[in-house]
């Protein structure tokens, strides 16, 4: 009797069976034309010009809405990366720069169209450029840093042709207009949603899109996944042709194991977000695709804050520039993926060249930390504290443990500060974190503009806090120097003056390890250091 | 008999009223709590590569942290009053919305993981009572010890490993249903419940499986305390007079054991399911991270770590509320169990 109470159980069973298999060959084919991707984080917002956006969000938006120009690409050590260097059109069909430096001129494709099959005119680049500078939305602090801050620079010449005009022939002005945020909007479209609280259609962009991308949002749940359909008119990429996968699926999934699983069984194609310590047992696998680069355009840091004691005395910086484990740590916090910015050797003392971020002539060395430590006066050292965000565990906490262990031999007791995230970045702001590691990352890196955005001010970005006017001039002065010898001249001043005033100590460029199914070809790195899915194509 | 129905009924509206203060103080509290907290919502949220002192003021006047607390407390509580729960900064939605749509996963997940708890728990206590210091009692002791010692995270990825890496017989552990197929038509939110209604059985088996294994790794941490307590009152009601005189008048073994000491000891056990829900619906975090269950606990932790004010306030306001309903429907089921209990 008991056996046959079992039996509806097993039919069911079987005929799920049965269906499951009938149905496979159907998804199969569609599997091969779709990408799914899966990350830690989410995408927020379909405009990523709000405020509080994410990076997913950022990527996404690449895919959904095209730009005037965009990044090319290069090889660095066989590995595709985006190029600063090399501006192709996107919108444009070509550009000119006028000799003076002072008139960009932009060309728009007589083809092109937006999703919903109108065409893309000089009004909608204006009105989408008009909005960058104007509203309150992140791009205007991003352009800004190109000499882009008002609508008047924008003028459009006819239909198809839109000009802009500079107040100094800036360097970042045209690379300014390929990052995420100067997107064309269809600005019909927006206009129909504005209000006049609203002017810019904010509000109905942030769960909506109005562009001419790669991609139409088909579903977007916030925080759970979007899933992207290919436009197949979108004539924009290298070849002149569509995307190539016909659908995307971007899906977050919190628990890092779960994304190696989900990588390895072959069910996700791409992420780019897993733990060091997957990614090696992956590699070591060799089933999968690993591509390692290293983020050139991003650094860690062990900060210290210059207007606080005792880091406000140099000799005190350099007695722990000098007290590191630098290659402990590298190997405990990132399995030795990066590229380290320690342990250099400049023969005469001075800078080899003067591109930043620069390897450091700086590695773990007692006996001089200490001389360093009794020329500030602690020769019996002191007491501090060592903080990190939770969201940076994995890397920096046997990061902390190392760095208390070693200044711990000198005198020095650290203790380890653990912090949420807004908590540390609230604290960061306000300037009352003593000692600490944090992170930058710069989409357009230039050594000017690293040195501008993160060594002058009183800003949050100013991690060392350090305020000296001799390193801010020379920053100043390097970002208009049309001659790029006097440049890298500058360049090298400041390189000698981070290596002799030791603000903040780098550590190194973690790598973006990009873990892909085999079949996966033509991942790039991006500034944005998310996937752009227009770059990848399965075999 | 339907008096003893009307009085659990007046009994439980009568709760209902009472815990109104309750809920008003929960809600001011946390509003209160979250305002201490250190972390300033407006700079994290400003973490965009050139965001400086303008976003930051632009982000804090946006939610409204311009204003003092008191001011923002009438704000908040009239906002609450017209049923709008501010709006979320990390999804950029109305809490209202997320918590609508992420309650029936939860829910979902919660009462599946009861379920299966409850199956396995109830009988295993009985079994243990009934041979106390037997084999049987001491494997369900064995049993018990291991599921509460093993965190269900770890079990959580245990069991993806087995049966998802090892076996390949679950399904991906992402969420509520496959991604790549299609969602029934939304009427309650309850995607077993909604596949049933649209007709659709190949959706409802392909849900089913995706719940299974979140499930399995909720209620083997919570068959513990339900079997221990079954054990421990069973103890009691089989060996107290009623039992002995049912035994000795003849009655079956079925009829002591079922009829009169499980509906007697069963009491203690709906408490403490009772208490166990309202738990599990809040400290499922890590299964929900685990399984990347689009549930309302991980929304809340992913809230509180960048200090979201808005859902984490709303979060509360859900779990203390729901709490208030299911200690109501612990009452209403103590009515139905025994009578006695309405009499007062």
């Known amino acids: ?539 | 008999m339907t008096t003893g129905l009307g009085a659990t009924l007046v009994r439980a509206g009568r709760r209902l009223l009472s815990s109104l203060p309750a809920l008003f103080g929960v809600l001011v509290f946390t509003f209160l709590l979250m305002r201490v907290l250190p972390g300033d919502p407006a700079v994290f949220f400003a973490s965009g590569p050139n965001a400086g002192k303008e976003e930051i003021e632009q982000i804090r006047k946006q939610m409204g942290l311009d204003k003092s607390v008191p001011e923002q407390l009438v704000f908040y509580l009239s906002d609450i009053g017209r049923g709008n729960l501010g709006r979320s900064m990390m999804t950029g939605q109305p809490v209202l919305k997320d918590l609508r749509e992420r309650l029936p996963a939860s829910l979902e997940l919660t009462f599946t993981a009861l379920l299966i708890a409850l199956i396995f728990a109830v009988p295993l206590g009985v079994v243990a009572a009934l041979r106390p210091g037997s084999a049987v009692d001491h494997g369900v002791r064995l049993f018990c010890a291991l599921g509460v010692c093993v965190p269900t995270f770890v079990s959580g990825l245990l069991l993806i490993y087995v049966f998802y890496y090892l076996l390949g017989l679950a399904p991906d552990p992402t969420g509520r249903i496959d991604v790549f197929a299609s969602v029934p038509p939304q009427r309650t939110g309850f995607l077993l419940i909604d596949f049933l209604l649209a007709g659709d059985f190949e959706g409802w088996w392909a849900a089913c499986k995706q719940l299974i294994l979140p499930a399995v790794s909720m209620a083997l941490f919570v068959i513990a305390p339900l079997a221990r307590i079954t054990r421990a009152s069973m103890l009691v009601s089989l060996g107290s007079d009623f039992v002995r005189t049912a035994r000795s008048v003849g009655l079956s073994w079925r009829k002591v054991v079922v009829t009169y000491a499980l509906r007697n000891a069963i009491l203690p056990v709906i408490t403490i399911a009772g208490i166990v829900f309202s738990t599990m619906l809040g400290a499922n975090v890590l299964v929900e991270k685990v399984f990347s269950w689009p549930g309302v606990a991980s929304y809340a932790l992913d809230a509180l770590l960048s200090s979201d004010y808005a859902p984490v306030q709303g979060f509360v306001l859900l779990m203390a509320s729901l709490f208030v309903l299911v200690n109501l429907v612990v009452d209403i089921c103590y009515g139905i169990a025994d009578p006695r209990v309405s009499i007062e």
């Open chain 1, 1 to 539: 009797m008991r056996f046959v109470s079992f039996r509806p159980a097993s039919c069911v069973l079987a005929t799920a069976a049965l269906l499951l298999i009938a149905t496979a060959p159907s998804q199969a084919q569609t599997r091969a034309e779709t990408l799914r991707y899966v990350t830690g984080a989410a995408v927020n917002t379909l405009d990523p010009n709000i405020p509080g956006s994410t990076r997913e969000s950022f990527a996404l938006s690449m895919s959904t809405y095209d730009r005037l120009v965009a990044f090319g690409r290069k090889q660095l050590n066989g590995k595709w990366v985006f190029d600063l260097d090399t501006i192709t059109g996107e919108l444009a069909e070509s550009y000119d720069v006028s000799p003076d430096g002072l008139k960009l001129t932009f060309r728009l494709r007589k083809d092109a169209k937006f999703q919903d099959g109108s065409p893309v005119t000089a009004e909608d680049v204006k009105w989408s450029l008009d909005r960058c500078v104007t509203a309150p939305i992140l791009g205007k602090a991003q352009l800004l840093t190109g000499s882009l801050t008002s609508a008047d620079q924008f003028k459009v010449v006819d239909p198809l042709t839109i000009e802009v005009t500079l107040p100094k022939p800036d360097k970042l002005a045209l690379p300014n207009l390929a990052t995420v945020y100067p997107m064309i909007i269809n600005s019909k479209v927006a206009k129909e949603h504005a209000t006049a609280d609203d002017p810019w259609a904010t509000a109905w962009l942030k769960e909506h899109t109005a562009g001419s991308g790669a991609y139409v949002v088909e579903t977007f749940k916030p925080g759970e996944q979007v899933i992207l359909k290919r436009d197949e008119a979108w004539n924009r990429g290298s070849a002149n042709k569509p995307a190539f996968f016909k659908r995307v699926i971007i899906q977050s999934v919190p628990e890092p194991a779960t994304r190696a699983n989900l990588v390895e069984r072959g069910d996700a194609d791409i992420v780019v977000d897993l733990q060091a310590s997957d990614v090696q047992s992956l590699e070591a696998k060799g089933k999968l695709k690993v591509i390692s680069t290293p983020q050139y355009n991003a650094i860690t840091f062990v900060s210290m804050n210059n207007q606080m004691p005792p880091f406000d005395n140099v000799n005190v910086r350099r007695a722990i520039a000098y007290a590191l484990p630098y290659d402990d740590m590298f190997k405990a916090a990132l399995f030795g993926r990066g590229s380290p910015l320690f342990g250099a050797t400049w023969p005469d003392g001075k800078p080899l060249n003067g591109v930043y971020p620069f390897q450091q002539p700086v590695k773990l060395d007692l006996d001089k930390a200490r001389e360093y430590l009794k020329a500030a006066g602690l020769p019996e050292g002191f007491s501090t504290t060592f903080s990190f965000n939770v969201g940076q565990a994995s890397t920096a906490e046997p990061m902390a443990a190392l760095v208390k262990e070693s200044l711990g031999k000198i005198g020095i007791k650290v203790d380890i500060q653990k912090l949420p995230d807004a908590q540390m970045s609230t604290q960061i702001n306000e300037k009352k974190l003593p000692f600490y590691t944090e992170g930058i990352v710069a989409w357009l890196p230039s050594t000017d503009y690293f040195y501008r955005n993160f060594y002058t001010g009183n800003q949050r970005w100013n991690y060392s806090s350090i305020n000296n006017p001799d390193l801010a001039a020379i920053a100043q002065e390097a970002r208009f120097e049309p001659d790029k010898a006097k440049y890298e001249e500058d360049g090298r001043k400041l390189n000698a003056m981070h290596a002799e005033l030791m603000p903040q100590i780098m550590l190194w460029q973690p790598n973006q390890d990009a873990v892909m199914a085999a079949s996966i070809e033509g991942y790039t790195y991006e500034f944005h250091r998310q996937v752009d899915y227009r770059d990848v194509s399965r075999k």
